[in-house]
């Protein structure tokens, strides 16, 4: 069971054009400063501890900006994990678009080793089209300082890569350059968004299900586009790279065609494990669906595990399997597949019915394209068993 805390909520130092969650923070209106108190830090960490049935305990902090929370936040975080960590093994990672980045933050991170999350886009023309400051400037330049300090300071870092309508056209450009930077994990998220104006909590963006005539976003990626993008990532590292860099969609497909989860939920058959928690204890069921009524709770009068086994949380997880489309159960890559993210299932298909993923002409694309080496890699990887 998997719970995102967000320190600071949507509060963010930039104004990236097709981010989903600055929005979020017209879900509180009428606060002035938003920031998880001690109090609500304390008893998050001490639930979240008690809520795994296991060992290993991962905590993961998001934002908007996470290091607007401030570095005595997170040695304070470090503590109480201390405190009520009853001899678990304990992890952090953290997602930050790098560019409050300094010296005395990645030696914390070296010394209590973090794992952080970089979003960046790809080269400079890729990046500033869309990730920019309040001003309107581009961001490049302070994002790859930040990357140049965890390297001096070896902090494990890993790469979150937006795809949107600009950056897909140039798919070995932005491969090669993570390259180049010595990204050797990298994963990619495309652009689903639509755009509503008569939402009653004032968002615009909007959950699958929800006006289904409603227009994509214009930063949006197209599905065939985000194929061919994956066709040229896939053809480069299946060459050149297996074994010393890693993409998360690929290792993920193979996952699927050896038997094993794929280690992305996705791909994964259901999901509902895994959380999102405002700064004020609000906990909603994935953090794509920070909507009203994907609220499930609060933690301070409701414990994370019967919020997490809530029915309707467990409903959440099963519909992504329940309820695929009649196109998806006679798909030929559905056991590869499973419908992909709840999130993007905004399309209609073959038979009329909702629900069908918006990216699935260009997943089949890839799938048809990249199967026959996935499945020479599953013959050599059951053969090593």
């Known amino acids: ?46 639930s979240y501890i008690n809520a795994q049935p296991v060992p290993h305990v991962l905590f993961t902090w998001h934002g908007g900006e996470t290091l607007l929370a401030g570095l005595p936040f997170y040695r304070k975080a470090l503590a109480l994990q201390k405190k009520h960590g009853k001899g678990r093994v304990i992890a952090n990672s953290l997602q930050t678009n790098g560019v409050l980045l300094n010296d005395e933050w990645c030696r914390f991170f070296r010394e209590n080793q973090f794992l952080i999350g970089i979003s960046i886009d790809g080269p400079e023309h890729c990046h500033n089209m869309y990730r920019q400051n309040a001003g309107g400037n581009g961001t490049f330049r302070q994002v790859m300082r930040g990357i140049e300090l965890l390297q001096k300071h070896r902090v ?34 495309p652009v689903v968004e639509r755009i509503h104006h008569n939402r009653s909590d004032g968002l615009r963006l909007l959950p699958p299900k929800k006006a289904t005539d409603a227009p994509m976003a214009p930063w949006a990626v197209g599905a065939e586009a985000f194929g061919r993008f994956y066709i040229a990532i896939f053809d480069e590292w299946v060459r050149n790279d297996i074994g010393r860099y890693f993409v998360q969609l690929f290792d993920a497909v193979l996952a699927n065609f050896v038997g094993e989860m794929p280690g992305s939920c996705i791909l994964a058959p259901t999901c509902g494990h895994a959380s999102v928690m405002e700064w004020n204890g609000d ?72 629900g069908l993923n918006y990216l699935c002409e260009g997943y089949k694309m890839f799938f048809k394209h990249a199967i026959p080496c996935m499945k020479l890699m599953a013959k050599a990887l059951n053969l090593k068993k």
């Open 283 to 354: 906990v909603y069921s994935c953090d794509h669906f920070v909507f009203p009524e994907y609220k499930l709770g609060n933690i301070r009068n409701r414990t994370i595990v019967e919020m997490m086994f809530s029915e309707a949380q467990l409903r959440f997880g099963a519909d992504k399997r329940d309820r695929l489309p009649q196109q998806c159960v006679e798909c030929e890559y559905l056991k590869i597949c499973n419908g992909e993210c709840p999130k993007n299932r905004v399309s209609t298909d073959r038979y009329g019915n909702e």
């Open 1 to 46: 069971m998997y719970v995102m805390a967000k320190p600071v909520g949507a509060t963010c130092n930039l104004n990236c054009a097709y981010c989903y969650y600055l929005e979020k923070e017209k879900l509180y209106p009428n606060r002035t400063e938003i920031r998880m108190s001690d109090g609500l830090l304390e008893k998050y960490i001490e």
């Open 156 to 189: 494990d870092f890993n790469i979150l890569s937006v795809i949107n309508n600009y950056n897909v056209r140039f798919p070995l450009d932005v491969y090669r350059f993570f390259k180049a930077i010595g990204a050797h994990y990298m994963q990619f998220l």
